[in-house]
């Protein structure tokens, strides 16, 4: 019955459908006849008109020159693995040769059905179950190969072949279904492990890239921080020398060393009055109480220091005895005074 049904859409080379000989004949395009004479071949009509002679000549075989379809029944096939397939495909033909098609062969259809199931069988046979879906492509230039080889001789050339349908085994099918899962797992576990790393390299770099910046950053602040303490430094010698300057200007002018003296006793006075806020220890003099004679002492060690520089003074604008007494007389006056 499945041979009846693919070999039904074939045209009939042998029934008595086939044109009578009338002598004058039409022949349509894409279509050639063969013509036998005294039952030998005798041409070949091409499309067109043609004259033939009544009786003696014969049409023996009426060849379509259009590209024919063919369905290839399904059938099994064993793969390399052992793995039991269903495969049908679709072939297309096309005749090359009308004697050869008409005279090579019985069924040049059939024919080439019948090899084209072989070598599909054969070409199954030396690949695995996995290879036969990814290498559909080169599958089929196979089985068009080795029908072009055969077919030769028939007239008949092999255009393309299609595979249309795979069908395999429910179980090797759920085998199959749980291998694509468990890859398709393989893959998620080996995505999410890459992003973990990814993400930790970068956690990484950004910690390292935060020391660096930190540290030059400290590195900065201290750079700047030691130029600021320079130049307060410098500023601070600067105002000091210029304040030296400025004191020994003053104290150079006259009645100079008399401003001098009474700046000693108030700051004298001063850290007597603040003495034991700060610690509950304190060392006293035993003349404590005789301010006079602190203030003297006081003064006598200022004029100790400035001894040398009251001799220069003294020597560039002299001044009587009773002019540098008096000063200093008043200023223990005032003290007392205050004292008391």
Known sequence: LKRAAWLAPAPCRWNSGLPMNIGVLFVPQQEAWVVERMGKFHRILEPGLNFLIPLLDRIRYVQSLKEIVINVPEQ???????????????????????????????????AVTQLAQ?????????????????????????????????SDCWGIRCLRYEIKDIHVPPRVKESMQMQVEAERRKRATVLESEGTRES???VAEGQKQAQILASEA?????????????????VKARAKAEAIQLLAAALAQQHGNAAASLSVAEQYVNAFSKIAKDSNTVLLPANTGDVTNMVAQALGIYTTLTKPQAVKTQEETPQTHEDSQSPATEVLKAEQGRSS
């Open 76 to 110: 099994s096939a064993v793969t390399l693995d052992n793995v039991t397939l269903q495969i049908d495909g679709v072939l297309y033909l096309r005749v090359m040769d009308p004697y050869k098609a008409s005279y090579g062969v019985e069924d040049p259809e059939y």
């Open 118 to 150: 072989t070598t599909m069988r054969s070409e199954l046979g030396k690949l695995s179950l996995d290879r036969v879906f990814r290498e559909r492509e080169s599958l089929n230039a196979s089985i068009v190969d080795a029908i072009n080889q055969a």
């Open 200 to 202: 930790a390299i970068n």
């Open 218 to 234: 400290e590195k900065a602040e201290q750079i700047n921080k030691a130029a600021g303490e320079a130049n307060a430094m410098l």
